[in-house]
């Protein structure tokens, strides 16, 4: 099946500091991809949707200068986090959809950010 | 999207059947019943879909009832390895964004 990773699994940095985080679509192409962000014991909140070729569509209350999306290629979206602070440690996911108006979205494994 | 509404948590003895409830009393003609499950730590993975009729995969079975206010996620045999929590999510179909409910979390114990 589809498969989407995630690249870093895990990141610890300092606070102050900008993360970047990957998500691609690995035997297909995505023009649009989804990022989660998951706290402990709760449920994935959708942040925003990454569109190829255009501007990120940020759900309310997502900061859109905090949370940088960049979505360059067809397989390719990335997000960054700038200047994090430790209530930015969370676990951040990203998926996928099979291809324009399909029923299957495909997630990636997650990303673990600690901001200390 | 419509709204759903799963018990918090439930326990299954491994080998038996798990029946994932899920209320979906809002739902609109064209929306479809999507069912998900994460495992610790992990992202979310797809089980089964459907719209009016039951559907079965490998996975699963879903049964929705004839006035699609609700439905069950079956899981014929649950083994340890089931243990994760279930969500029951209602949207339209091609409509891509997803949004997550609380779930249910589903212990399978020996």
């Known amino acids: 099946g589809a498969v989407v990773s995630q690249h870093p699994s895990w990141v610890i940095c300092k606070s102050g500091t900008s993360v970047k985080i990957e998500c691609r679509s690995l035997?297909?192409?995505?023009?649009?991809m989804f990022w989660y962000r998951q706290f402990p014991k709760q449920s994935l909140m959708l942040m925003a949707t990454?569109?190829?070729?255009?501007?990120?569509?940020?759900e309310q209350g997502v900061e859109k200068d905090k949370f940088l999306i960049n979505h360059a290629s067809l397989t390719l979206s990335t997000l960054t986090v700038t200047s994090a602070h430790p209530e930015d440690s969370s676990f951040y996911i990203c998926?996928?959809?099979?291809?324009?108006?399909?029923?299957?979205?495909?997630f990636g494994p997650g990303t673990r950010l600690t901001v200390l | 999207d419509a709204k759903t509404t799963q018990p918090t948590s439930m326990d299954c003895a491994e080998g038996r059947a798990a029946n994932l409830p899920c209320n979906h009393s809002t739902i609109s003609g064209n929306e479809y019943v999507y069912w998900y499950r994460q495992i610790h730590s992990q992202g979310p993975q797809y089980i089964i879909h459907g719209l009016k009729n039951n559907e079965t995969n490998e996975m699963a079975s879903l049964i929705i009832t004839e006035d699609r206010k609700s439905s069950t996620l079956i899981l014929p045999h649950a083994t340890l390895r089931d243990t994760a929590v279930y969500y029951c999510i209602v949207k339209m179909n091609g409509g891509f964004k997803t949004i997550f409910g609380a779930g249910t979390r589903l212990f399978v114990k020996a």
């Open positions: 990454s569109n190829e070729g255009s501007k990120a569509t940020y």
């Open positions: 998926s996928a959809p099979l291809g324009a108006g399909s029923d299957e979205q495909f």
């Open positions: 035997d297909f192409q995505a023009t649009t």
